[in-house]
C-alpha cells in the first residue's frame, strides 16, 4: 500500500526566489530580516508540529542577515522521481491504549523492535523493549528505531511514538567563527537521548549523491543511508533481520553500499546546519514510521549526552566516534564526504 509523498520537483521554490530577486534589501543585517527568516520557519512547519518552540537567528560575528535563502525550510523528504515510493509498514500492533514492554506483551511494533535491536549486536539482556524510555528518550544507540505508525491500534500516547510527534526542543541558528552558520542549544539543558530533528531533505540515489558531492564547493549537505543495521541484510532481501557474529559483519561491510542518500541543500530544516565536531553531543539514527521499505529510513538526530543552555549542537560526520578508523594505503581515512581541508570542531580529541 502506497503512502502519500512528494517528488523532488515539486519542492517550492518561490519564497526563496522573492527574497533573493531583492538581496539589495534582504541581504543587509537587520533585525528584520532576521524576523522574516524566524517566520518563515514558523510557517513552514506550523501544521506538522504546532507546539514546537520558535527556532531564533543569530550572528554577532560578520555582516551577514540570515543563512543563505536557497533551501525550502520542511521537515519532509521528497522523493528523487528515481527512488521508489514509500510502502506502507506491513506490521503494526492491535494494542489498546499504550504498547506494553514487558515480556508479556504481544504487541508486533514491541517484537519487531525486539528482532532488530538482537540482530544489531547490543547486549540483548540490557536492550530489552522498546528503544524510547518513559520520557521519550532513546535508552539505546546505534539500534535502529521502529515506531508506531498510523494503521496502530495504540493511542497517541504511546511511548513508542516520539518523532512522529514533532520537535520539542528549542534551538537555534548561530553564525561560527570558522564553520559557517551552526545550531545552538536555547536556554534549557537537553536530557541525553533526546530527539532534536530529522535530517529531511531530498531522497536520492546513492550514483546522484555521489554526482552531486563531486560538484558541491567547500560546503556539503549530503549523508548517505549508510546504516550498519542493514549490512547483515545484504544477501538476504526481505527476510527477517538475524544477528550476526563481528567477523561476519566484517565481510559484509566489503559488499556494502548504501543505496540512498540525503541532500539537504534544496530542501530542509535546521539539522541541515549541524556542524561537525570528533567529540559530538548528537548521533544520527535510522528511525522507521510508516516506511515499509527498511532501505529508507528517516536519519533522525538525537542528543548522546546531555548539553548545556548555549552549547553547540554536533555529530560526528565519520560514523560513531569510537567505530576504528577504515585505513587505505596505510592511511587513516575518514568514513564520510565531509567538505573542508580543516577541522574547527576545537575538540580536545580533534582529528584536524
Ligand atoms: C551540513 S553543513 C553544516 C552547516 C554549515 N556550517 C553552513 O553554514 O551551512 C556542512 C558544512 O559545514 C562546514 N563544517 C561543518 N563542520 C565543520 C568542522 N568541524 N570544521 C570545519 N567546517 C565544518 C563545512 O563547510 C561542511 O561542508
Redesign the pocket.
Known amino acids: 500500500m502506497s503512502l502519500p509523498y512528494r517528488l523532488s520537483t515539486e519542492i517550492p521554490t518561490s519564497t526563496q526566489d522573492y527574497i533573493n530577486a531583492r538581496f539589495d534589501r534582504y541581504g543587509v543585517n537587520l533585525p528584520q530580516m532576521r524576523e522574516n527568516f524566524q517566520s518563515y520557519i514558523i510557517a513552514s512547519t506550523v501544521n506538522e508540529e504546532p507546539n514546537a518552540p520558535p527556532i531564533r537567528i543569530f550572528n554577532d560575528v560578520d555582516a551577514e542577515a540570515t543563512?543563505?535563502w536557497e533551501f525550502h525550510y520542511t521537515n519532509e523528504m521528497f522523493h528523487s522521481p528515481d527512488v521508489p515510493p514509500p510502502v506502507r509498514s506491513k506490521v503494526y500492533c492491535d494494542c489498546e491504549g499504550k504498547c506494553g514492554s514487558n515480556a508479556k506483551s504481544k504487541c508486533a511494533c514491541l517484537k519487531r523492535q525486539e528482532e532488530w535491536t538482537k540482530a544489531s549486536g547490543g547486549d540483548f539482556k540490557r536492550e530489552k523493549g522498546f528503544v524510547y524510555d518513559a520520557f521519550g528518550r532513546v535508552r539505546f544507540a546505534y539500534v535502529p528505531i521502529f515506531e508506531c505508525n498510523d494503521l496502530c491500534g495504540c493511542d497517541e500516547e504511546c511511548r513508542n511514538r516520539v518523532v512522529q510527534h514533532g520537535r520539542k526542543v528549542q534551538v537555534n541558528i548561530r553564525?561560527?567563527l570558522?564553520?559557517?552558520?551552526?545550531?545552538f542549544n536555547g536556554d534549557n539543558t537537553i536530557h541525553s537521548g533526546t530527539f532534536i530533528g530529522i535530517y529531511s531533505g531530498e531522497l536520492i540515489t546513492d550514483a546522484e549523491g555521489e554526482r552531486r558531492g563531486q560538484k558541491?564547493y567547500?560546503?556539503?549537505?549530503?549523508?548517505d543511508l549508510d546504516c550498519y543495521h542493514l549490512r547483515p541484510l545484504v544477501n538476504r532481501p526481505g527476510e527477517p533481520p538475524k544477528r550476526l557474529s563481528r567477523e561476519e559483519l566484517q565481510r559484509l561491510d566489503d559488499e556494502w553500499t548504501p543505496k540512498y542518500t540525503v541532500d539537504?541543500f534544496h530542501a530542509g530544516n535546521f539539522?541541515?546546519?549541524?556542524?561537525?565536531?570528533?567529540d559530538p553531543n548528537c548521533n544520527m539514527t535510522a528511525v522507521y514510521i510508516n516506511e515499509g521499505n527498511v532501505d529508507k529510513p528517516l536519519l533522525v538526530v538525537f542528543s548522546s549526552r546531555e548539553i548545556y543552555p548555549g552549547e553547540e549542537l554536533?555529530f560526528s560526520?565519520s560514523g560513531p566516534v569510537d567505530e576504528s578508523p577504515q585505513v587505505k594505503d596505510g592511511k587513516e581515512t575518514r568514513l564520510s564526504d565531509?567538505?573542508?581541508?580543516?577541522?574547527?570542531?576545537?575538540a580536545f580529541n580533534?582529528k584536524g
Open positions: 543563512p543563505p553564525k561560527t570558522k564553520k559557517g552558520w551552526g545550531v558541491y567547500k560546503r556539503t549537505y549530503l549523508f539537504a539539522t541541515r546546519f549541524l556542524n561537525h565536531s570528533c554536533c560526520y565531509e567538505i573542508y581541508m580543516v577541522c574547527e570542531c576545537g580533534c
